[in-house]
């Protein structure tokens, strides 16, 4: 009996899906302007009906319910873009000069420890010492809170040097961790 209630549930969704997919994928392009994400915006939105399709099917507007959920996902869709816009703009605002003559060798090697670094250490370190982008900046730029910042830059900051030998004599970074700021910058060039 359960194979019969399937395949009547699989062929209702079938037809719903032949007859709203492409009014769907219109309206994911109307909503986000990106002619190439409309049908797989409606793809998802058609793929998360089906997994709910018994609650869809007994709604009073099953086409609302399509039409809200393909709004919901170009919303999420518009807003992960503005945020990935803001993280480029933070990363390259203000960030033309370039590295006179970096001393390769060091850069190579903090690129090497840079590596072995856990991400969230690694990226607040490059964030705050190779962009020179500010504990607020780096926290909008990686979601986090700025004290996570502070601490995560001061022990990967504390890591890098232990992996590179301190090299710190009179109060001065030792070269090897100078060598952060010109890894970005002689992998632009």
């Known amino acids: 009996m359960s194979t019969v209630v399937d395949d ?3 062929a209702e ?3 719903f899906f032949e007859r709203h997919h492409a009014e769907l994928a219109r309206l994911a392009h109307l909503l986000t302007g990106e002619p190439d994400a409309a049908d797989d915006l409606a793809a998802d939105a058609l793929l998360a009906l089906w997994h709910r399709w018994d609650r869809v099917r007994d709604a009073d507007h099953p086409v609302a319910y ?3 959920v393909v709004a919901n ?3 999420t869709r518009i807003r992960s873009a503005v945020r990935e816009r803001r993280r480029v703009a ?5 960030r033309q ?3 006179e003559d ?3 060798p060091a850069v190579v090697d903090v690129q090497g420890a840079l590596r072995e670094l856990p991400f969230r250490k690694r990226a607040c370190v490059v964030l705050r010492h190779a962009f020179d982008l500010s504990e607020k900046d780096t926290a909008l730029t990686l979601g986090i809170s700025v004290g996570t910042v502070k601490s995560q830059t001061s ?3 504390a890591e890098l040097e232990r992996r590179l030998g301190s090299g710190e004599r009179d109060g001065q970074t030792p070269r090897r961790v100078r060598a952060v700021g010109a890894t970005v910058e002689g992998g632009r060039r």
Request: aromatic share 12%; net charge positive.
């Open 13 to 15: 969704f079938h037809a």
């Open 155 to 157: 022990k990967g900051m």
């Open 8 to 10: 009547d549930a699989s």
């Open 97 to 99: 000069e370039r590295a």
């Open 73 to 75: 996902l170009a919303r």
């Open 90 to 94: 933070l990363f390259w605002s203000g």
């Open 102 to 104: 970096p001393d390769v």
């Open 66 to 68: 399509a039409r809200g």
